[in-house]
């Protein structure tokens, strides 16, 4: 072979073992430096007396091989939990027990340690490859009853006052309904306000409290001193003919096959659209003024009688035998066809609409979660939003929905749960139950909880009756 070819052969095979080692070099160094794990995890900010979160982890090459949590404070570094794979995505659910693991109040460092399996060259050493700063805050809210409404009935309300310092929510509850409150009266006092309600069959053995959690979710709860009275309520019978089948199945679920029963069609209507008014009473009981927008007591339509009771339990009859058993959950106020309706009382509009049984509806919001509602509404005069005077008319009665002739249903809800008309048609009801409470807290009155009880004597007092049209 010519010189000049070994040499060219010489310098190809010099190049190529270049190539190789540069590639290997350049492949280990790749291996070697790709990212590891990475903490996808939010942690919280406040760890309490037991604070649960979750660390996410992403092996951004391979999967995650095996994770650590740690809590460090001054300089003592404690496993709160651990995890392996191997995955590619790691959570690990985790719950911080300050008091197990001797945390004190002040700061502290939520430590990730992971490693992946991916290959490199040299193995790292275990590692933190995420830190969080937080505060340990082992101090619940503190609560203190201010005042509260001395006596409660099912299907009643009441209100209760109280301040609570440290809090980030404060709730007050009946058993597991949950009621809002507000902050009430100068700010300084720091005093807020609550409007709870006792459903009709509420059992007097059932606690009633104010709770409050903190960032840290630490919580603390203090109970509402409230004597219980009984309550009982109505009866009665509702026969169902073939004519109201007929009209009202067709008008609540036109979309019905004209040949399906017409009894199964109304126990759909009396089930489940019932139901499903009654969780969109309970939504639109969310949306509420954070202040009192009422002034005294409530109004009765004029020359209206009550012929349905609230809270009456209804046997529903069909061709003879029991077809089916529900709550009445407002007052049916009988007048003229088409009679005007008035607002019960200051506030806005926060619905108007069809709602399934209860057919053309206005719902009035008088703040503080209290609100009003009126269904079987022939026409409607208001929208939502606008604002409304006590006494304004609002709507004409009617038989829209699953109504028995031409009437007025009448409720009176708080944060969705309807309770009895009467107690807020009652001007001494309202000054005992709402007035009362304020006074003994020291906060401001609400505009007419104070009036004489000469104001209720003049107001023609409601007549419940069990007469039906």
């Not at 829209?400 to 944060?415: M, P, S, W």
Request: glycine share 8%.
């Amino acid at each position: 072979m010519p010189q000049r070819s070994r040499a060219k052969a010489w310098v190809l095979l010099f190049l190529l073992l270049v190539v190789a080692v540069v590639g290997s070099v350049s492949y280990l160094a790749w291996r070697q430096t790709a990212p590891g794990v990475q903490s996808l995890t939010t942690p919280p900010r406040f760890l309490g007396q037991k604070t649960p979160f979750t660390v996410v982890l992403e092996a951004r090459r391979g999967n995650v091989a095996k994770a650590e949590v740690r809590v460090v404070q001054s300089g003592k570094s404690t496993p709160v939990a651990m995890k392996d794979g191997p995955l590619g995505r790691l959570e690990i659910p985790v719950v911080v027990d300050s008091a197990a693991l001797g945390l004190r109040e002040g700061s502290a460092t939520v430590e990730v340690w992971a490693r992946d399996d991916f290959w490199r060259p040299l193995r790292r050493e275990d590692r933190a490859i995420a830190g969080y700063p937080v505060t340990i805050d082992l101090t619940p809210p503190k609560i203190e009853l201010l005042a509260a409404t001395h006596y409660l009935s099912p299907g009643g309300s009441g209100l209760v006052a109280f301040r609570v310092t440290g809090a980030m929510r404060t709730d007050v509850s009946a058993g597991p309904l949950t009621f809002p409150s507000f902050a009430f009266g100068p700010a300084d006092r720091g005093a807020r306000v609550a409007l709870i309600a006792l459903p009709w069959d509420f059992e007097p053995a059932t606690p009633l409290a104010i709770r409050a959690s903190d960032e840290a979710g630490n919580t603390a709860a203090r109970g509402i001193p409230a004597e219980i009275r009984p309550r009982k309520f109505p009866r009665d019978t509702i026969e169902i003919k073939d004519a109201f089948l007929q009209a009202k199945v067709a008008e609540l679920l036109p979309q019905r096959p004209t040949t399906a029963p017409l009894v199964d069609g109304f126990l759909t209507i009396n089930r489940d659209l019932r139901r499903q008014a009654e969780e969109t009473k309970r939504r639109v009981g969310a949306t509420t003024a954070d202040k009192p927008l009422w002034q005294g007591s409530f109004v009765q339509a004029r020359n209206t009688k009550v012929f349905a009771n609230f809270a009456e339990t209804r046997t529903y009859v069909y061709g003879g035998r029991e077809i089916d058993r529900q709550v009445h959950y407002g007052y049916d106020l009988a007048s003229t066809r088409q009679s005007p309706v008035p607002a019960a009382n200051e506030g806005v509009v926060v619905f108007a609409e069809p709602l399934t049984i209860y057919g053309n509806t206005v719902i009035v919001d008088h703040g503080l979660g209290l609100q009003t509602l009126y269904a079987h509404l022939s026409s409607t005069a208001v929208k939502v939003g606008d604002a409304v005077k006590k006494g304004q008319e609002i709507a004409r009665t009617g038989s829209t929905g699953l109504a028995i002739g031409d009437h007025l249903h009448y409720e009176v809800l708080v944060n969705g749960v309807s309770v009895t008309p009467l107690e807020w048609w009652d001007t001494k009801w309202i000054r005992d139950h709402i007035g009362r409470p304020l006074k003994e807290a020291g906060l401001p009155e609400i505009s007419g909880a104070e009036a004489r009880d000469e104001e209720a004597a003049a107001r023609p007092a409601p007549r419940p009756a069990r007469r039906r049209r």
